[in-house]
Each structure stands twice: as structure tokens, then as C-alpha cells.
């Protein structure tokens, strides 16, 4: 099938009334012929339900791998980043809401097939491929076979997703992962209901699968919203969760919203509450908490939990420092959790577009 065709889709059902079913997340749209699940891309035609934005994408451009974020995956190399369009989501407060929420399939300007999409990445000196700026779940075929070809060809694969996606289809995704950044919005329902038309512990199981029943490296990102998920209490039981139900090595980064889409008069996050969340964060037991999307060294560096050296010194995405020795500290010797290299990257802080 060449690239930019409607492809045929995978996990969905026939039900009794003549409708099918889309089992990819737990909407579980129900669809007759002709109509989108409100993903927008997944759609009925006749008796199947075919993936509308196969081989087509808003874009490719070379990022840092801290801008996904990982900073315990091969910090320091660039990484051929590419999404599609539409979202399985309903964000009110969405920063890409110009791709995720696209109507316009012209919005989709660059076709590659996953063979070209490899090549590139192989072509350009890249050490991974991320499936980011709108979810990976809804183009899970177009995801999974450009992941197989990745690997192939020896190269790093990135899930940067929600995480809203039912078990079956979890396993088919991820399967083909090396690692994966989760964007838990918050740890309640009632934010998940209201502000993204989601539930929480379909995201939770997916954390839960990730980090005991795989082997693909772990991130986790919080936006934070003033007023919508910023107390003290609910910072203090996600970081508790995930100390508790994943474990205290996986990395929390939390990012600072701006106002946009349909929240456009909510303020911006203060660099105080990040800082007031980190804190509450490591004292709930966590070792490695971040901040983003704000300038502040502190909370971009990498700590050694045992001795507190700092061991990868950020800033912004460029590296200032790095004294770990075969993933251990310099200093005591504590093993660092993550993926690390010999040596560490040398891309920084450029964003280079790239044409396929």
C-alpha cells in the first residue's frame, strides 16, 4: 500500500445492530458506515475500520531527547520526531491543539512510508524515531510498522502518549517500544472527566503494564494548571502512586501550561508551583523529579539519590555536565536507572526540519 492511502485498521469489533465496534482505546466507539470515532481517523468504510492518516504526517523535525521528555534515555542525542493528526482526547487545555484537534487532513503536507522514515533516521545519524506531537495510539498501525522497520535497521523507538488505550491494543503498541513518555493529565477523575472527556484508570493500568510488565524505559510528564491540579494533596497521592505502584526510579517531570485553546483564561504556571511540586514529589519519595518549560537549573539537572552529586547538568536542553561512569555516579558509585551511553550526546538544543 504506498504511502498517504487509507490503510486497514486493526482491534475493532461487529456488534449485533450492524455497527463496529473500534477497540484501540477505551471510547469504544461505535460506528456505522462512513462515520470517524472522534479520534477523526479511524473511520468505518464497509465492513472494515481503516486508519485515514497512514503514511501521512503534520511534519518530521530532529529534536533533543530531553524535549520529549527522557532525560534517562540517552541524554544528549537527537531524536526524529514526526505525529499525525487528530487525538482519541478532548483537552481543554491542549498545546497542540492545531494538530491534535485538525479537521483538515490538508494540515498533513508530508508523506513517508515507514521503509522512508527509517532510511531518514539511519541517513541523518539520529539514535531514535518518537511517536509524539499528537498520540501514537490512534495511528497505531502506521506507529507499529515504522517501529518494526526502525528496529530493524537498529534504532531507538519513543512512545510519547496519554495512555488511553485498551489492554489488547497496549500490548500490540508498545510491544514495538523502547521506551515511552505517559502524559498523566492528573490524579483524579473528576479532572479527567471534565477537562479531557477521559477516565483515570485506564492511564494507570497503562502506567502499571509499562513498568511491570515490560521492559521499555519509563517517563512520566504532569502539565501542571493552576487551579485544576496544583494542591498540595493531589501532587502529594500521584507522586505517592507512583512510588508505590511503579516505583520511585521513574522519572516525574512536571511542565508548566500556557494558556491556550479552550482555557485561554487560566493563567500560566507560576516557576514557584513547579518547584512546590517537585518538592512535594521527592519528599513523597520519588528520586528523580523534574520541571519544565521553564528555565530553572535545579529542576533540569540529574541528582545521584544516594550522595546528591549532580550528575547531568541541564540547561534547558543543552548539557553543562556529566559524571556518570557506565550509568553509575562518578562520585559513589550508585547506579543511575535509565539507558546511557559511554559518553553522552552532543546535539543540544536544535530543532532541524527535515523533509522526507
Known amino acids: 500500500m504506498r504511502s498517504g492511502e487509507a490503510h486497514p485498521g486493526r482491534h475493532y469489533a461487529a456488534l449485533p445492530d450492524g455497527r463496529l ?11 456505522r458506515d462512513g462515520q470517524r470515532g472522534l479520534c477523526f481517523v479511524r473511520q468505518r468504510a464497509g465492513d472494515q475500520i481503516i486508519l ?19 532525560n534517562h534515555f540517552y541524554p544528549g ?46 541517513s541523518h545519524g539520529v539514535r531514535s524515531v518518537a511517536f509524539t506531537y499528537n498520540d501514537p495510539v490512534i495511528f497505531l498501525e502506521y506507529a507499529v510498522d515504522t517501529a518494526r522497520i526502525c528496529r530493524a535497521r537498529g534504532l531507538e523507538t519513543v512512545a ?34 471534565r477537562i479531557s472527556k477521559a477516565h483515570l484508570q485506564p492511564v494507570l493500568e497503562t502506567l502499571e503494564y509499562l513498568a511491570q510488565e515490560t521492559r521499555i524505559w519509563l517517563e512520566i510528564t504532569t502539565l501542571i494548571i493552576p487551579g485544576y491540579n496544583d494542591s498540595d494533596a493531589e501532587l502529594t497521592r500521584g507522586a505517592e502512586w507512583i512510588a508505590e505502584h511503579l516505583g520511585p ?15 485561554m483564561d487560566v493563567p500560566a504556571t507560576p516557576p514557584a508551583t513547579l518547584r512546590r511540586a517537585r518538592r512535594l514529589a521527592m519528599q513523597a519519595g520519588l528520586q ?17 539519590p ?6 547531568i547538568v541541564r540547561d534547558w536542553y543543552d548539557l553543562l555536565a556529566y559524571h556518570l561512569v557506565s550509568g553509575r555516579c562518578e562520585r559513589c558509585d550508585t547506579p543511575i536507572p535509565g539507558r546511557f ?8 538544543r536544535r530543532r532541524m526540519a527535515v523533509e522526507i
Not at 551511553?341 to 543540544?348: A, C, E, L, V, Y
Open 52 to 70: 485515514t492518516t497512514y503514511g501521512r504526517s503534520s511534519g518530521f523535525a530532529i529534536d533533543p531527547i530531553e524535549k520529549k521528555p527522557l
Open 306 to 311: 544516594t550522595c546528591r552529586a549532580p550528575l
Open 160 to 193: 510519547v502518549t496519554a495512555g488511553y488505550i485498551t489492554p489488547p491494543a497496549r500490548a500490540d503498541f508498545f510491544s514495538h517500544m523502547t521506551a515511552a513518555n505517559v502524559d498523566l493529565k492528573a490524579f483524579t477523575e473528576d479532572f479527567y472527566w
Open 21 to 31: 465496534r473500534c477497540e484501540i482505546c477505551p471510547r469504544l466507539c461505535t460506528l
Open 288 to 304: 528523580f523529579v523534574y520541571t519544565g518549560n521553564v528555565h530553572d537549573r535545579e529542576g533540569d539537572t540529574t541528582f545521584c
Open 77 to 122: 542525542t537527537p531524536v526524529l520526531s514526526f505525529g499525525t493528526a487528530g487525538c482519541n482526547l478532548a483537552c481543554k487545555f491542549c498545546q497542540n491543539w492545531d494538530i491534535s484537534k485538525s479537521r483538515h487532513m490538508d494540515t498533513l503536507q508530508s508523506e513517508a512510508s515507514p521503509e522512508a522514515i527509517a532510511e531518514a533516521a539511519v
Open 249 to 263: 526510579h521513574v522519572p516525574l517531570h512536571y511542565s508548566a501550561f500556557h494558556p491556550d485553546y479552550k482555557m
Open 341 to 348: 551511553s559511554t559518553r553522552p550526546g552532543t546535539w543540544g
